[in-house]
């Protein structure tokens, strides 16, 4: 077990190293990580899609959706939009799950119904030079 002058020297060697790392100027930072949703239900009463349209494209003379829809879910992971916009590439990954219900269903158990999705990432962004040397 270390003492307090052990622990108290390994905390000032991290330190320098940092203070070395600051001053070199380091150009750019790393990320990595997982983005994770995990859905336990929908409900979309009417059976529609997005847009308004019937799943199946067909309505009934009183106007409900004549077909249930098939519900899976897709996550996109973009840069920052003012104005979201499910069209264009995906930027930092995406993923979608199987069908997991028609127009409305609720999850008893979401990790057997393969409900939750992740998207991995790593990317890389430009920082500021600190200093020079």
């Not at 028609?102 to 430009?126: E, G, K, Q, Y």
Request: hydrophobic share 35%.
């Amino acid at each position: 077990m270390r003492g307090p002058s052990t622990m108290a020297r390994a905390a000032a060697a991290v330190l320098v190293s940092l203070c070395v790392l600051t001053a070199c100027g380091a150009r750019a930072a790393q990320a990595s990580g997982a983005f994770e949703v995990q859905i336990l239900g929908m409900q979309n009463s009417r059976g529609q899609l997005a847009d308004g349209k019937c799943c199946g494209g067909s309505s009934e003379s009183d106007g409900t959706c004549a077909r249930d829809c098939s519900t899976f879910f897709r996550v996109c992971l973009k840069e920052y939009q003012e104005e979201v916009s499910t069209k264009g590439p995906c930027t930092f990954g995406n993923t979608s799950s199987t069908v997991l219900g028609s127009n409305s269903f609720t999850l008893a158990d979401p990790d057997r119904h393969s409900a939750r999705l992740v998207v991995p990432f790593t990317f890389r962004w430009t920082g500021l030079k600190l200093s020079e040397s």
